[in-house]
Each structure stands twice: as C-alpha cells, then as structure tokens.
C-alpha cells in the first residue's frame, strides 16, 4: 500500500458519518435535528460547516493521524511494508458553566463500537483497526467556556 492514511481517513469519514445512529446522538445532544451539520470532520473543524454553511455546533466529531504505533516493517516478499499508524478521534463538546462528559459518553461508546477491531476489506490491502489508549482532554477558554472532548486512540494495521 502506496499510502494507507488515504484509505484509512475515507474509511473512518464514510463510517462515522454514514451511521444513523451516531448522527442521531450528535443531533440529540447539540438539540438539533439529524444531519443539521457535518458533524464529523478530519484533522480540525472548518470555521464553516459544509452542510449547515455556520460555524459548527457543539459535539462533534474530528479525527486526525498522530504517528505510527510501530515503525514499517518490509514485508518478505519485499514489494511492500506492514505499517502501523494510529489515530485519535475526539468527541468535542463544550459549556459555559460546568463539563458534562457524560453527555459525550453516549458518542464515544458509539464510535468505539463502529471502529474497535474493525477488520476493513474494502480496501486493498484490507486493515484492522484497534483501540489502543483513551484520554480526556479539558480547556478552558479566555472567555471561560470550558471545551473538553473524549479522546479514543487506534492503531491500524494492514492484512495480507
């Protein structure tokens, strides 16, 4: 595989986007209705959402790729390489007045349930996905607005 991060962001967009579920969750918790806004976005949230053309609401979903978990290792018959990289998905939510990780729970349960040991054929070469750590992150804005988002990392890994 030339460059599976290609394969690998069109697989995780197409995924979380794609379940109804997920987008139900999203819409529920920002008190909207389904597919009001994108809601899933890769390496950072627009200034404008595509769909809704405003900035984009509260929780939503941003994945982005932070390294490799291990180094390439060429394969025997030497034409490719096993890679490993990982990424984070954060669940992004926000609140004038106090964090409510709970709120975001419901979403991080659902994406971990899409994307945890996925075994991904539709591409070439096919890949598993596998969850390797969780974070919390927490930051308070100069206006006080407390932003926090449920962070699920993974690793991927490609089948032969």
């Keep these: 595989m030339a460059f599976e991060s290609l394969n690998i962001e069109a697989w995780l967009y ?5 379940d109804s579920t997920l987008q139900t969750l999203l819409a529920k918790a920002a008190d909207n209705v389904m ?3 994108q809601g899933v976005y890769a390496h950072i949230a627009p200034t404008m959402d595509p769909i809704s053309k405003a900035s984009p609401v509260l929780p939503y979903i941003v994945f982005q790729r932070i390294s490799n978990y291990s180094n390439d290792v060429n394969a025997l018959c030497g034409n490719t390489a096993l890679s490993y990289p990982s990424y984070r998905v954060l669940v992004w939510n926000g609140n004038s007045k106090s964090m409510g990780l709970g709120t975001i729970k419901e979403i991080a349960d659902r994406v971990d349930t899409l ?3 996925a075994i991904v054929t539709s591409y070439t070469p096919a890949f598993n996905c ?5 974070d919390n992150i927490i930051n308070v804005s100069d206006d006080g607005k407390i932003y926090y988002a449920a962070v699920l990392e993974y690793y991927f890994v490609n089948r032969f």
Excluded at 14 to 18: A, K
């Design 14 to 18: 197409s995924t979380l986007s794609g």
């Design 35 to 37: 597919n009001y806004q």
């Design 115 to 117: 994307i945890s040991n």
């Design 130 to 134: 596998l969850r390797m750590n969780t």
